[in-house]
């Protein structure tokens, strides 16, 4: 544990954290929370912002929050480089190479970690001080809460200068009055991360470490998204607009999704209309010896779990289930228009963008020879 902030203090101006997260998970509340917390209880000064693009759930989100001597004045306003904790709201993160920027032997590490997942902390650097781990997607289910609360108890725990029942104040003042009903139960989350983060041993450090390499950035994948002028499309053409068409929206699910079960579906739209991010899949088909449009499936890929279509389903035939019970997704079909990729690009239609090598060919993606 980090121990007495004094301390802290008495080496650097300030104590500093950086939130790794994804749209949905509840990043940006939580470093209120914790500004707010010290400032409330601990008689310190505290600044904090965060940082996320216009598309919001599904993308990525990080939050900076800064403390300080309460004689001292905050000063920098700038993105924390050299976190002092750095708490991973989801496992996907951590093969992000950027996520790792600045940390070193000072840089405490919480990540949300699925049970039985571990493969995922081949990617944890050697340069780290110290990790935790907390299963926050499970608390959450379990205690029908948030995962940014069960993360803000494990960061209280973590850090060593924050009382739990300061944490369970804050909470009470920042969602007792908007959301009172769901108070208890957020609550327990709360109680419940603080309890069961648990620090990796060093011989867990070193088994984890052994499997990086030397460099985080070398296990990265190559997604063909970088581009510049060998791999941009003529004339400058961006496909990526503001949306989250090529973003894998999946990790912003909090343990469950819509089932599909194809026997009850009655092809009736109303899934796909309800839907924010073109998950259902439907194609010319025939049902009941009638041509129509048949729901032929759904992009998980881009299903972010807000349940929209399950409550609007008029027969039952999208239903709430656990992610953990449904890994194979029966009826998985990615939309071939919105799949991330490198060796090729998003369709556009008839006329679609010339490639680099097209240009060469005088042919179009979709619109046969120019």
């Known amino acids: 544990m980090t121990g007495n902030i004094n301390q802290i203090f008495n080496e650097k101006d300030y104590y500093e954290i950086r939130l790794e997260s994804i749209g949905g998970l509840g990043a940006n509340l939580c470093g209120k929370m914790v500004g707010e917390l010290a400032v409330r209880y601990l008689n310190l000064n505290s600044a904090g ?78 340069t780290v001080g110290g990790c935790y781990v907390v299963d926050a997607r499970q608390i959450a289910m379990e205690t029908k809460s948030r995962i940014n609360v069960v993360m803000l108890g494990a960061m209280a725990k973590v850090m060593g200068f924050i009382e739990l029942e300061h944490t369970r104040q804050i909470c009470r003042d920042s969602l007792g009055r908007k959301y009172p009903a769901a108070l208890e139960s957020n609550l327990k989350g709360l109680e419940q991360g603080y309890e069961q983060v648990q620090q990796l041993s060093q011989a867990q450090l070193d088994l984890f470490q052994s ?54 579906c009655i092809n009736c739209g109303l899934c796909d209309s309800t839907c924010p991010d073109m998950v259902f899949q439907f194609a010319e088909g025939e049902f009941k010896g009638r041509k129509m449009m048949v729901n032929r499936g759904l992009d998980y890929y881009h299903c972010k779990g807000c349940m929209r279509c399950v409550d609007v389903c008029p ?13 194979d997704k029966q009826y998985f079909l990615p939309n071939q228009d919105m799949l991330r990729a490198p060796d090729y690009y998003i369709k556009t239609g008839p006329d679609g963008y010339i490639t680099s090598e097209s240009y060469l060919t005088e042919k179009r993606l979709e619109g046969g020879e120019v």
Request: charged share 25%.
């Open 211 to 264: 499997k990086s390499g030397e460099e985080t950035e070398q296990k990265m994948p190559d997604d063909g998204q970088e581009w510049g002028y060998v791999t941009a499309p003529i004339g400058g053409v961006n496909p990526r607009f503001g949306s989250t068409v090529t973003a894998d929206l999946s990790p912003s699910r909090q343990g469950y999704l819509p089932v599909f079960i194809k026997e009850r």
């Open 49 to 126: 912002f965060s940082s996320y693009g216009s598309e919001k759930t599904g993308t990525p989100v990080k939050g900076y929050i800064r403390f300080c001597a309460s004689d001292k004045e905050i000063r920098v306003h700038s993105p924390v480089v050299n976190p002092d904790l750095l708490v991973i709201f989801h496992q996907a993160l951590m093969r992000d190479a950027k996520t790792w920027i600045g940390c070193g032997a000072q840089t405490q590490v919480i990540i949300a970690l699925d049970q039985g997942q571990d493969e995922w902390m081949g990617y944890l650097p050697k």
């Open 315 to 327: 027969v039952n035939a999208l239903v709430r289930g656990l992610e953990a019970e449904h890994s």
